[in-house]
């Protein structure tokens, strides 16, 4: 007797991607490099707020956003999302003729990555849909050229970025960090943000930036207190800088009985590590009734990046 023929699997019609926010526990920053960059020592932890991106098939390109901020969200060939499809597409000479829905529950222009991560949700899922066979050194080559956070959207888990950011060393984690997240009104410009920390440090000389020892040694324990002690964001003083009101929200979670609170990468939004989830929310109640920001979120890394669901 023949044994059949096995059945081809069906070419996908739509592809689901989730994808993490990220907190940054180390940002060291550099002096600006002749190309306008900064070289980073950047330490990245992926936490559990998630977009979700679907591709499916169209008759052209386009973008539609759902979701907290959603008016926020350019839908035009500017969004991340629509230039990873383009990039994929140029690659492999496809048509990027899809849909993007971005189901946004990542703070907009929050120091979180939210673009970094759609960006990275959509070249994934154009890869999965369109059966292109880019390998994983290819998706994160295309993701350096999208932008320094994009690589890290598509890893998860915790890593040390160098160069801008872009060039990604995983690191261990020796257990779960819960973390508090205090979303302000409005957003900060991370070029405005960089562009403050240049003029703050006008005239003085800017180390070279490198990643805590201590910090990543924390990292790898598990040990919240420890990481606590060590966590730091050298663009926290610009974005203080041009928005002093966080200071209140700092200052409002650490009263609450935060281990420590910072600004998330460029802000606004400001990140509270806490030693539990009961302690999680109780600060978020505390920040809550403060009045010194728009929303909070609880939530608890590292988590997987990038993933087809």
């Known amino acids: 007797m023949s044994t059949p023929a096995p059945t081809p699997a069906a070419t996908p019609t739509a592809v689901t991607v989730r994808v ?16 306008g960059f900064h070289d980073l020592a ?6 559990g ?21 959603a008016g926020q969200v ?3 060939r500017t969004n991340l999302a629509a230039r990873a499809a383009l990039a994929l597409a140029g690659r492999r000479g496809i048509d990027p003729a899809v849909h993007i829905h971005i189901a946004k529950d990542i703070p907009v222009a929050g120091g979180m990555a939210g673009g970094s991560a759609d960006g990275a949700g959509a ?31 598509l890893v998860g888990g915790a890593a040390l970025g160098t160069g801008r950011g872009e060039q990604l060393r995983t690191l261990e984690v020796g257990g779960t960090f819960h973390w508090v997240f205090a979303v302000a009104d409005g957003g900060l410009s991370t070029p405005a943000v960089y562009g403050e920390f240049d003029r703050l440090n006008e005239g003085v000389r800017v180390p070279e930036p490198a990643a805590s020892e201590a910090l990543t040694a924390a990292l790898a324990k598990g040990d919240a207190e420890a990481l606590a002690a060590v966590l ?3 663009l926290q003083p610009a974005a203080l800088s041009l928005r002093p009101s966080l200071e209140d929200t700092l200052e409002a979670g ?10 998330s990468g460029s802000g606004p939004t400001t990140a509270f590590l806490v030693r539990d989830g009961d302690s999680a929310e109780q600060v978020a109640q505390a920040l809550t009734e403060s009045g010194t920001c728009r929303t909070v979120r609880t939530t608890a890394g590292p988590v997987p990046g990038a993933t087809v669901v």
Do not use: H, M
């Open 74 to 76: 350019p839908l035009d």
């Open 123 to 153: 070249l994934l899922a154009c890869n999965t849909l369109w059966q292109a066979g880019a390998s994983r050194a290819e998706l994160l080559s295309i993701c350096a050229e999208l932008g320094s956070d994009v690589p890290f959207s």
């Open 232 to 234: 730091s964001n050298d």
């Open 49 to 69: 707020l998630y977009d979700e991106v679907t591709v499916t098939e169209s008759d052209e390109l386009r973008i539609t956003c759902s979701g907290p901020d």
């Open 254 to 263: 650490r009263a609450a009985g935060a281990l420590a609170g910072l600004v």
């Open 20 to 35: 993490p926010a990220k907190v940054n526990v180390q940002l060291a920053v550099g002096a600006a490099r002749p190309d």
């Open 42 to 47: 950047n330490v990245f932890l992926a936490v």
